[in-house]
């Protein structure tokens, strides 16, 4: 049997890539503290299991490819809060923003088309834009500049013939880096000169900190015609699994094409539509109270790995993750280490290394993500098992 040389080119996502070690240090007992995945520990809101428990009909039947209306419709009124006016014809319900993500590449590019995101990035977009035989490029977003991006030379020196889309996500993961609405505007100028697609990945919308107020690429209306964003019920509700997430744009010939892929996967769950409509109904109150909680875990992360000496942090203004360089050489050699020979107290931690999330070969090879996903005393107690480790590990190599 020969594997396609689209899925060779593919990695294994550096989020999940040394689970298997992870099961084998907690099957001997270790306590692990995973900072590795976005899988935050709040609660789902109870009305997405009360709405569920309170569907009635006799047979779980297909939904409409597009979205069930009860969800299309409460997604509209919670758009209306950004002054974002929509249609039910504008957005297509999605597999979680993953499947939002893979239909828009496949919609828009051909094979060796270029899709440009500034790195580092959530390193799922390299395997979605294989997917459709795209390549990723990355735009330079450095630590030293607090990975500032959107400045239009450094974006118009990565375009090429071949760039079709640029990717925004905003809040950024890893990096948790925000854009301004001028930051945004001078990306729509860009992709209305050459022609681009914007892709908005706002599923970190509302978790922006220090007083910042939540925008939205769809608030830029001049420029709707060439704006896709992508949504989800995952992060901002903590609803992972219900795999929920929204294609939305105005552009009518985009949508049109994503949803022959739509109607070819049929449809997505019918019950989990059901709960996620309830989600979006949720009042403001719930959003205040999610990001005081992601708020104060993000500054106790901060406050434990500025105890590493050396540390340089660059503090995160949204989403739940924050990057930053540890002083080792090979951090994977390092995650090893921490997985199968170091413990405190029968208890170690991970991560997961920032190599995988950028494109450029050689880069992140000393950086790690952490997702501050986890109660305040455990990102603690997680960043401090990390500062045990690598003077643990320092001492192993004699330095
Ligand atoms: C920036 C970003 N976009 C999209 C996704 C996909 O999430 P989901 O498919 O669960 O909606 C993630 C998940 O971590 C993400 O971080």
């Known amino acids: 049997m020969n594997i396609s040389k689209r899925v060779d080119a593919m990695q294994f996502s550096p989020i999940r890539k040394f689970n298997p070690m992870a099961i084998e240090a ?206 989800s019920v995952s992060k901002r509700f903590s609803a992972c699994g219900a795999r929920i997430g929204l294609l939305i744009s105005k552009n009518k010939e985009f949508m049109s094409g994503c949803m022959k892929i739509a109607q070819g996967r049929l449809c997505v769950s019918t019950v989990d539509q059901i709960g996620s409509a309830a989600l979006f109904r949720l009042p403001d109150s719930y959003y205040d109270e999610a990001k005081a909680i992601y708020c104060g875990r993000r500054d106790a992360v901060v406050e434990e790995l500025r105890k590493i000496p050396g540390m340089n942090v660059v503090v995160p203004a949204g989403a739940f993750y924050l990057t930053c360089a540890l002083p080792v050489e090979d951090i994977e050699d390092f995650l090893t280490f921490l997985l199968t020979e170091f413990e405190d107290n029968g208890e170690s931690v991970m991560f997961a290394p920032a190599a995988g999330f950028y494109a450029t070969p050689g880069k992140g090879k000393n950086e790690i993500r952490i997702a501050y996903v986890l109660k305040e005393e455990d990102m603690r107690r997680g960043v401090e098992l990390i500062r045990l480790g690598l003077e643990a590990y320092n001492k192993k190599l004699g330095k």
Not at 66 to 90: C, F, M, N, Q, T
Not at 158 to 181: A, D, F, H
């Open 26 to 231: 907690e099957k001997k007992g270790k306590k692990i503290y995973h900072l590795n995945i976005g899988q935050p520990d709040v609660e789902t809101p109870e009305c997405f299991m009360e709405a569920i428990r309170n569907f009635d009909e006799k047979v779980i039947a297909y939904a409409e490819s597009g979205g069930r209306p009860e969800l299309i419709s409460a997604v509209i009124d919670y758009y209306k809060k950004y002054d974002i006016e929509l249609e039910p014809s504008d957005m297509i319900v999605t597999n979680g923003g993953s499947e939002a993500l893979s239909m828009s590449f496949l919609t828009l590019l051909n094979d060796g088309d270029e899709v440009l995101i500034p790195e580092p990035y959530y390193t799922n977009y390299s395997t979605f834009a294989l997917m459709a035989g795209g390549v990723v490029k990355p735009i330079p977003a450095d630590a030293s500049k607090g990975y500032a991006y959107a400045d239009k030379e450094n974006i118009e020196a990565c375009i090429t013939p071949k760039t079709k889309v640029i990717c925004c996500l905003e809040p950024g993961n890893p990096t948790g880096n925000i854009l301004s609405l001028d930051e945004m505007k001078v990306i729509c100028e860009l992709a209305e000169k050459y022609d681009l697609a914007i892709i908005a990945d706002e599923v970190y919308r509302e978790f922006v900190y220090d007083g910042r107020t939540p925008v939205s690429f769809g608030q830029l209306s001049e420029y709707a015609d060439r704006v896709i964003i992508v949504d």
